[in-house]
């Protein structure tokens, strides 16, 4: 995996005015994979919109971690069905369209 | 521009504290903020209010300015520039990015985003956006500048991508607030159906008509594909509504390059009108063999 792909957990909890544990935390429920260089601890650059949500959910609206773990299923689930939603909603056109 | 009374909005009474605000304000938020209400405008403009309450009333400064001129915000800006006149004060300006956060009663009250007070960093907002495309666009990678918000953004559209499908374009939503970084564009294509073919996945469908006689006979025909025109061979004696499959010359594999569905082709017989004495007296002769 290339470095630049990686962001220093250091530098979010900087920038973010929040404490390392909580990621730590986030890491423990499985809803953030933390990654280990040279013991230095880092997130993928595509996992930082969801720790940024999470970080949001957090600090900024008071929701603790088995409340973001459950919103962060239900969402899942929601993406799931509006997925699925919307292949059933090009199934049905195809029968009712006729060329 | 209306009044807006920011303790009606987020609940609370004029003797609220700072606690209560902040309690009032989490409680709205954690029920109206976007990523917990995704694809919900009606949420996503009742949270805007609710920050901008908050914005205000969490502050000290502001929420006395408020409590000060509340009702007669109108005449908020004449005491403030006569204020600024008196002392030739440090003047804000204000960055357009955040313009449509905040109601017109705020950025006449308080001039914009740029007057928080609060350094609470939030990440930028998702946008939203949807794209039409026909069913030929989408069967081709290509690239289209969309613009979002006033800023035009070039985006690849591969090829098979489907009706209903929503892309994530990183970094192109709202820009964030008090550093926070951007939030994402997140694009729903629409396919529009094609008069000819109907698509279903990665399979296509298409209805050919062939005379009586080809049916009966057997020949060929020419048809068309979304790449090009085919010559087919019809076998004698092919039934009504009998269906046949042109592997490959189907719809584009998304994201799979020189992968495609198939084809399938569905004849129609058209049995022919408007019989000359001759035909039908042929068509008699037939019938009694």
């Known amino acids: ?99 | 521009m209306d009044f807006i009374d920011y303790y009606k909005t987020l609940g609370i009474n004029e003797n609220a504290t700072s606690d209560d605000i902040k309690k009032a304000y989490r409680k709205l938020a954690r029920k109206f903020h976007p990523d917990l209400n995704p694809n919900n405008s009606e949420a996503k403009s009742n949270f805007q209010i609710i920050n901008e309450a908050n914005n205000v009333l969490s502050d000290p400064e502001k929420r006395k300015k408020y409590d000060q001129y509340g009702k007669d915000w109108q005449h908020a800006e004449e005491f403030e520039k006569a204020k600024q006149n008196q002392s030739s004060g440090q003047r804000s300006t204000r960055t357009s990015q955040n313009a449509g956060d905040y109601s017109d009663f705020f950025d006449a009250m308080f001039g914009g985003a740029s007057g928080r007070g609060r350094q609470v960093k939030f990440r930028g907002e998702d946008y939203q956006a949807s794209l039409q495309l026909s069913l030929l666009d989408a069967y081709k990678t290509h690239q289209q500048t969309l613009t979002v918000n006033g800023k035009a953004i070039r985006i690849t559209i591969p090829a098979g991508i489907e009706n209903g499908q929503r892309i994530r374009i990183k970094g192109h939503g709202g820009a964030g607030i008090n550093g926070g970084p951007s939030g994402d564009l997140y694009i729903t294509f629409f396919i529009s159906e094609h008069k000819e073919f109907k698509r279903l996945g990665n399979e296509l469908f298409l209805p050919v008509e062939l005379s009586l006689y080809t049916a009966v006979l057997g020949g060929e025909i020419i048809i068309n594909t979304l790449n090009g025109k085919v010559k087919l061979k019809v076998k004698p004696e092919t039934q009504n509504g009998e269906k046949i499959r042109l592997k490959g010359k189907g719809f584009p594999i998304y994201k799979k390059e020189n992968e495609f569905g198939d084809l399938y082709v569905t004849y129609h017989i058209k049995i022919p009108t408007g019989l000359n004495d001759k035909q039908k007296e042929l068509f008699t002769e037939l019938s009694k063999l």
């Not at chain 1, 809803?31 to 600090?59: D, S, T």
């Not at chain 1, 409340?67 to 029968?95: A, P, R, V, W």
Request: charged content about 20%; glycine content about 4%; proline content about 2%.
């Open chain 1, 1 to 99: 995996m290339l470095e630049q792909n990686l962001i220093a957990i250091e530098e979010i909890c900087i920038h973010h005015h929040i404490e390392v544990s909580f990621i730590h935390s986030l890491q423990e429920t499985g809803l953030i994979e933390v990654i280990v260089v040279e013991e230095a601890l880092f997130i993928e650059n595509e996992q930082l919109p969801f720790l940024e949500k999470y970080i949001e959910f957090h600090y900024t609206l008071g929701i603790n971690l088995e409340g973001i773990e459950t919103i962060s299923h239900l969402l899942q689930q929601m993406d799931t069905l509006q997925e699925e939603n919307s292949k059933l909603n090009n199934q049905l056109n195809f029968h009712q369209f006729k060329p």
